[in-house]
């Protein structure tokens, strides 16, 4: 059977979810044509929906290898890296691929997208000064090149630019979103009537509507018009969550693994590679979304021996490639099985292997992905030198954030405040048991604490974390991107004395607050157990 023939069989099989069949297809035309990129590239998803998560990447990484030049064996590649969480692979295919050349500002604006997952904003607002170029009037380069300006805190500049994409096309909900996001809202100058007028040009049921309300509730909250705000987040809660529904069987399956496995003997066995050379120290900054762990973050990214790292799943893409399997989000109950099996010094050396461009010659890189609280066991395992900074905030506050904060695909507990409040449960008990099995590992860091007093909470931190006292570690007055949840908030200082943004709704949040009920004791004072 001749490449035609065999790609168009591996294309049906594809279509008809037989993912063997259309592999082996594949296959067969990379025996025929070994730098057949686009069946690189198809074998490569394949693989991942036959749970062989190695072969997956083993397959993106041969196409890489290939040099494709064209605009869609190119994007292709570039979003296979992304999925295997491969940044520095995703510089190397930006590098060999022209873009400069390239004429889609399509094309320029999803690359943009992607390089910005991985850190490199500055490069991606270089795609998108290119893509304008090349089509002034396309509404997702404005609307990307507005995100871009509020991750480095050009505020007024993100606001012109998504303006210019809601002139374009006025559906554009993400972009409504984020401009609810970049100042506080007045009487005077706000969007709510514009975006209510909207609502019915917004299919129902889907993401786009969701971003729209969530946009509602931002604005509407910052007006102090609290019946509207709640009614717009009810809604966008109520949508969300069908559209990704949590599995509370697969987390309880998850936490109480992680519990069984990860016990101290676990730990422990991490010690005997503890000697081995490292080219930086890894600090992790974990806890709960919206518990003031970018805060954290960019106060010791502050300190000249440290280089902040960002969100990144770098950890636990590591453990997908040692256990053979891509879960869901940065533990699910399969991989946990898996873990025994994992070799924890090779995945900890690949680690710092893959990490240490990023570390840009520095004593410390943190790794601020604060779900990586699941992986905690087996960063204890695999990187015996690493430490570990757990961020505490009050229960309802953080809880009510999560609430309020629309997460892509990841966080589904969050759109429902029974699931909230119980995931927000199995996450203490999991920390207890982590402090437990590893003790004077971690370091809980209270939000409150920090914004009162800076300088005393980073004198504690920084000594854990094996660094000299520099008191720019105290403040957030530098340059550089802020690309999470927080990013507005990390311009203009430390905000202290903030209201509790729960108490208008008190009267709405009976299930989360009922739920929160054993763990709403006064927090205890910062702990420093020392390295």
Known sequence: MNVASLWQQGETYAKQGQWAAALKAYDGV???????????????????????????????????????????????????????????????????????????????????????????????????????????????????RGVVRMFFGQMDEAEQELEQCIALLPTYAQAHWVLSRLRKQTPENNHVARMKALIPRVPAGSESRVYLAYAVHNEAHDLGDFDESWQALEHACRTKRQLTPHDRLDARRMFEGLAKTCDADFVAAGQAHADAPAPYRPVFVVGMHRSGSTLLEQLLGGHPDVTDGGETYS???????????????????????????????????????????????????????????????????????ARILHMVRDPVDTCFSNLRTMFSDVNTFSYDQRELAEWYGQYRGLMAHWHAVMPGRILDVHYDELVADPEAVMRGVLEFCGLPWNESATTLDRAGAVATASSPQMRGGIIKNRKAAWAPYADKLGPLLEGLAPWREPQDTIQNPGP
């Open 315 to 385: 950890f636990t893409s590591q453990m997908r490639y040692f256990a053979d399997h891509r879960n869901k989000g940065v533990v699910d109950a399969e991989l946990v099985k898996r873990a025994p099996n994992v070799d924890y010094a090779a995945l900890g050396q690949r680690f710092l292997e893959h990490t240490a461009r990023r570390a840009r010659g520095r004593a410390v890189l943190t790794e601020k992905l604060p779900s990586n609280f699941l992986n905690l066991g087996f960063i204890a395992r695999a990187l015996p030198h």
């Open 30 to 144: 990379l025996e025929r044509d070994p730098k057949h990129v686009m069946a690189m590239l198809r074998a490569s998803r394949m693989a991942l929906s036959l749970g062989r998560y190695r072969d997956a990447r083993e397959y993106a990484v041969r196409a890489l290898a290939a040099r494709p030049q064209g605009d869609e064996p190119v994007l292709n590649l570039a979003r296979a890296l992304r999925l295997f969480n491969e940044p520095a692979l995703l510089m190397e295919c930006i590098e060999h691929s022209r873009w400069q050349e390239r004429r889609s500002a399509q094309w320029l604006t999803e690359m943009a997208m992607l390089i910005s997952t991985s850190g490199e904003n500055d490069l991606a607002m270089q795609l998108l000064d290119v893509a304008v170029q090349r089509d002034p009037k396309h509404p997702p380069t404005r609307y990307f």
